[in-house]
């Protein structure tokens, strides 16, 4: 496993995500929804918009944690490695999601 790729898959998407997107901020969404303009059909699209931005952010908040213990498990030397079965997780499962914790088979048992 080439760890210095798996770091910079790490830290590139850390980036994005702390840098933000093309997403209207949640701040300009709840200000600009907030008065009673527009019928009801209008209303209720930007109370939607507001409800997906903060499952958005939260969501966001996650994998930024994620990164983080991820990029820690590189500097510890345990990165790669499933925290629940302690065997190694596939290359292609890293390449997908680099910040994860378990192998595909944990994955799928959680599910369960």
Do not use: F
Not at 16 to 34: C, D, F, I, R, Y
Not at 95 to 109: D, G, L, Q
């Amino acid at each position: 496993m080439d760890m210095e790729t798996y770091r910079g898959a790490l830290i590139d998407k850390r980036g994005e995500l702390v840098g933000g997107s093309a997403v209207k901020p949640l701040q300009w969404t709840m200000e600009n929804n907030s008065g009673r303009q527009g019928d009801m059909a209008d209303q209720a699209t930007g109370n939607n918009e507001v409800h997906v931005q903060l499952k958005r952010k939260q969501t966001d908040a996650k994998i930024l944690q994620a990164i983080e213990e991820a990029l820690d498990r590189i500097e510890q030397g345990t990165y790669g490695t499933c925290r629940d079965c302690g065997e190694m997780i596939a290359e292609a499962r890293l390449k997908a999601i680099p910040w994860t914790r378990v192998c595909i088979a944990c994955k799928e048992k959680q599910k369960a």
